[in-house]
């Protein structure tokens, strides 16, 4: 109880240090949450800023947020931020089970939670289905499920982007559901309650209000989401500078402020030509001796128990069409349980048991290798 008192006052802080500076850097509208006892927050996750904007309609409501636990690998800087906020941890490329039982034993005590349960900040302005496992752990927390949505943040803080555009961002609750009304749902009926208020996409709100997103290198970075080009089509030759994209082909096309590409051909927006990519990628050998892509000095970790770090070593990381390789170690598709993308330098994934990272300092694409084997 002591520990909780803490966080509720650090939050009362934070607040008023943080609310009209951060309103004026987003230029952030918001509507208030008003509900008694705990809620499970859930909201669409479009920007590294999201717990933030999320919180600035929750002034006179603390809550805990999951957070990727590679924040508890930051040494003297995730003791900070444990004694401050205290985050929940959850394992990217995992089953998650841990942070559900967390999430649970918090809201059963009258604490409150939020998370983002699409799982990862988009790539591509459109929002994802949330984990099949949220709708049950909203029935069996016994707390008032609230949804939350923001609008305008895709395009203000791009995942893959550099630096912050100022655009108009609004963030609201969209629905309250008591725990009454829960029990009456399936937890199939919730997920899909979840995923149609939270569902956001910014090139259609985009069409309808022509939003001018003001920032400096506007293209520089995408290249971290896009990796393949539409006019020689080979993996990896996109580059970026100010607001251009192009290839050594002789392929170049403009980012504009309003998000989309001028000229609008082949390609209007990132989420025309992320679905034309991903369809692509889907189309190479699947063999064993196929070599489709790779990217040097990547470092390969092992992370165990206690958010322990043990470096393996570093290299090319390669892309095979039955297996991914990096230094020294073969990792088969088939037995690799679950793959994600960490902001965008990390590659987690799961692998017979164990759990291993993958990082790059010198802008590769990792989306690339998550993709290539979410379509195997």
Sequence with gaps: MEEYERHQRIWRFLYALVHRWLCRKFNLTHEDLHVEGPVLLISNHVNAWDPLLVAMSLRDKQVYYVASEHIFRWGVVSRLLEWLVAPIPRRKASLGTDTVKACLRHLRAGHS???FAEGEQCWDGLSQPVFPATGKLAKSS???LVTFRLEGAYLSKPRWGRGVRRGAVHGAPVRVY?????????AEEVDAAIDRDIAENAWQRQRERRVVY???RMAEGLERALWLCPQCEKIGTLRTKDDRLFCACGFETRFSPTGFFEPARPFETIADWDAWQKD?????PTGAEDRLFSDENIRLTR????HKEEILGSGALVQYGDRLCCAGRAFPLHEVSSMAVVQTHLLLLSYQGEYYELRTDGGANLRKYCEFWKGR
């Design 280 to 284: 692509r990628l889907r189309t190479l």
């Design 178 to 186: 008591p725990p009454e009304e829960l029990k009456g749902m399936s």
């Design 142 to 144: 016994g707390a008032t």
């Design 303 to 306: 992370i165990s128990a206690g």
């Design 214 to 216: 003001r920032g400096k």
């Design 113 to 115: 939670v939020c998370i």
